[in-house]
């Protein structure tokens, strides 16, 4: 395995000097941040997240060879799609979610365990389709907010979008979860909210609504605004809750762009970027979550390197890809797998346990001139890596205070002058000498 994917247990295996580095390295550096974006310490952050290419368990030994790929480069999260669950159990049963092929299931979740991969499923808080005899109408709102989707297995469904204040529509949906849970030995969650607030649904204009849309069965207990989207919030709490009371994962997502809207701690990480096609607005749309997993879209082909300058800056992470999630376009599996691949054991060295991060930080006495669209974050522990970005389309002149060393996907490392020009989208990871 490559030395950068091995990381070093901090409660462990940490010597009296591994943690006499980590604290200078910080020490240091809060002497010299005058402000950033935002600051976390990381515990458990894992930036190697790959969205299996298949519609099921494939052939065994193709399988064990890509694992052990994705093993060694350092990935440690594999989702499978929607597809995974019978028709007749993904928006339509009682009980949902369960797969169509449970044996073959049970086989591969074993053997993705033999190789240290954690598993998360589909699964929606949301959709059901409105033709299932399990379906109750006073869940959900009108069909004109129905979702017109056609699976790679089925003809065409009208999802309708249930309630997250329905009470009908949560005692049947956490059931199913519970039971997904205790059948199979999936590592967590992967959450499609596909959740409809009032006035900011983003990717669809006919959700805009200037007043309150109900349903029938539904009871708003909870604030809905700007800050709250009270209902989905305490589903999510619920869920989340008896995800880590089992030690497992959860991962959601909101829809395009946006976030569930709390101030609780309701995920470990969350999509976001799906159908965008301006990675610039993303950009500015998403750099102050936490955790993202970049499933961005282009309309048409890009620098794969536009995925890392815009995302690793801000302590989030592209997905890793081999075929187009909801767009049937090649441009929607950038960047190449290949490439991606490479950079998970860079971005586990600068992510192990125990990294102090200042995100978008102003910093004027290590990084003593640079221009306003460039910028620096710092991510320190025993070793000290300062992120430079350059989202401006020309080169900006950077001086640096003191010596560092350029780190290249390979982990080959050379110096850097303290005085360089940063080329115009140009990410730079420099590690302290």
């Keep these: 395995m490559d030395k ?20 200078l390295n910080i020490q ?18 894992e930036p190697g997240h790959f969205v299996y290419p298949g519609i099921g368990p494939g052939d065994p030994e193709e399988d064990a060879a890509l694992f052990g790929r994705l093993s060694e480069a350092g990935v440690k999260y594999i989702y499978t799609w929607s597809f995974w669950t019978g028709i007749e159990n993904r928006w339509n049963g009682d009980p949902m979610f369960i797969p169509k092929e449970p044996d073959k299931v049970k086989a591969f979740l074993d053997l993705a365990h033999q190789y240290g991969l954690k598993v998360l499923p589909y699964t929606s808080t949301n959709f059901f389709n409105r033709n299932s005899p399990y379906f109750n109408p006073d869940w959900a709102y009108s069909p004109s907010y129905d979702l017109n989707h056609k699976p790679y297995d089925a003809e065409m469904l009208t999802l309708a979008h249930c309630s997250p204040n329905s009470p ?3 005692a049947h949906l956490l059931r199913q979860y519970v039971n997904l849970l205790d059948s199979y030995d999936y590592d967590g969650l992967y959450i499609d909210t596909g959740y409809i607030r009032r006035c900011d649904y983003i990717s669809a204009w006919q959700y805009y609504e200037e007043e309150p849309v109900m349903v029938k069965d539904e009871i708003m207990a909870f604030p809905e605004n700007e800050k709250h989207d009270g209902g989905l919030e305490d589903l999510l709490s619920i869920i989340h809750a008896e ?10 997502f909101k829809e395009g762009t946006d976030r569930v809207r709390s101030d609780r701690d309701l995920y470990d990480y969350m999509f976001a970027g799906e159908c965008a096609t301006d990675i610039d607005f993303v950009r500015r749309r998403i750099r102050d979550y936490k955790h993202v997993l970049l499933d961005f879209s282009p309309a048409q082909a890009m620098d794969e390197q536009e995925y890392y300058l815009n995302s690793v800056p801000f302590l989030q992470v592209p997905l890793l890809k081999q075929f187009p999630i909801t767009l049937d376009d090649a441009t929607a599996i950038i960047p190449d797998f290949e490439y991606g691949l490479k950079w998970v ?3 586990k060295a600068m992510t192990e346990d125990g990294t102090q991060c200042y995100i978008d930080a102003d910093c004027p006495r290590l990084v003593r001139r640079k221009g306003e669209e460039t910028v620096c974050s710092l991510f320190l522990n025993r070793d000290s890596y300062l992120v430079l970005a350059n989202f401006g389309h020309k080169e900006d002149e950077v001086e640096l205070s003191g010596s560092y060393r350029r780190v290249a996907l390979d982990g080959e490392e050379e110096p850097c002058p303290e005085k360089f020009l940063l080329k115009g989208r140009e990410l730079l990871i420099l590690k302290k000498a």
Aim: hydrophobic share 35%.
């Design 4 to 23: 950068q994917a091995v990381r070093k247990d901090i409660m462990r295996s940490y010597t009296a000097q591994d943690h006499k580095k980590r604290l």
């Design 28 to 45: 240091e550096a809060r002497r010299q941040v005058v402000s950033c974006r935002k600051e976390e310490m990381l515990m458990n952050f």
């Design 345 to 347: 054991p860079l971005l």
């Design 168 to 170: 009908g529509w949560r």
């Design 243 to 252: 995800v880590k009371r089992r030690g497992k994962t959860l991962t959601v």
